[in-house]
């Protein structure tokens, strides 16, 4: 009875380390719809949700996401531009519901003169550089990363990959970066009222980055813009 008890012991004790060193998850969608996973661990964040996603027009995450604040969450989520000039680009739904969010800006610390949408290039590249990650810590312990843009296609019909790592040490690094990258290269979003389409175009045309707000409300009337550091 005895050696019974202790082989038991020893079985519960293997499966224990078993769960401890378990591998990351790994998923790919359209097959795997990572969107679940994600709107878990939404849902169970209990302190933190940091995020940098380059495209996000998936409206169940961003209600995810405001019932997280409404539970206070702390959230900061910063975006490339092409997020907040979509149509359907789910920035001024957090920023009304009291999420913090960023619009990556390359030229913030380099100062560089601001290039129009569709001026000297293409719809979605027009800058010199854009913010391409996909990724969000979870309570410092969580990391969801991929190739998984945060919209219905990414999830029901692209061909895209998803890992979800728990780990520490791990998140330390990503929160770093995410740090550098929200504070440097990032600029608070607001909402400005319609009253800033007074502003000439032309005038507005080439602004040098400290000005880049008002050029910026002359393209979003209503939008989320970009607010003065």
């Given at each position: 009875m005895k050696n019974l008890k202790y082989f038991s012991m020893i079985i519960?004790?293997?499966?224990?380390?078993?769960?401890?060193?378990?591998?990351?998850?790994?998923?790919?969608?359209?097959?795997?719809?990572?969107?679940n996973m994600l709107l878990k661990l939404i849902n169970e964040a209990q302190k933190t949700i940091l995020a940098a996603v380059y495209m996000f027009t998936e409206n169940r995450i961003a209600q995810a996401l405001i019932k997280?604040?409404?539970r206070n969450v702390e959230i900061k989520i910063i975006v490339d531009r092409v997020t907040v000039e979509s149509e359907y680009g789910k920035a001024l739904l957090l920023?009304?519901?009291?999420?913090?969010?960023?619009m990556y800006t390359p030229f913030k610390a380099a100062a560089v003169p601001y290039r129009f949408l569709k001026q000297n290039g293409d719809k979605f590249f027009p800058h010199e550089s854009i913010m391409h990650n996909k990724f969000a810590i979870f309570?410092?312990?969580?990391?969801?990363?991929?190739?998984?843009?945060w919209t219905v296609s990414a999830n029901v019909r692209n061909q895209?990959?998803?890992?979800?790592?728990?780990?520490?040490?791990?998140?330390?690094?990503?929160?770093?970066?995410?740090?550098?990258l929200f504070t440097t290269q990032g600029k608070k979003l607001i909402i400005r009222s319609a009253a800033v389409q007074t502003i000439d175009k032309e005038e507005a045309g080439v602004q040098a980055a400290s000005d880049y707000a008002r050029a910026a409300s002359v393209m979003m009337p209503n939008q989320p813009v970009l607010a003065e550091a």
């Open positions: 519960c004790m293997s499966f224990a380390s078993v769960l401890l060193r378990a591998g990351p998850i790994i998923l790919f969608s359209p097959q795997d719809k990572p969107t997280a604040r409404q920023l009304q519901n009291g999420i913090e969010v960023s309570d410092n312990k969580t990391v969801f990363t991929g190739s998984f843009n895209e990959n998803v890992i979800v790592i728990e780990d520490a040490d791990v998140c330390k690094i990503y929160e770093t970066y995410f740090d550098k």
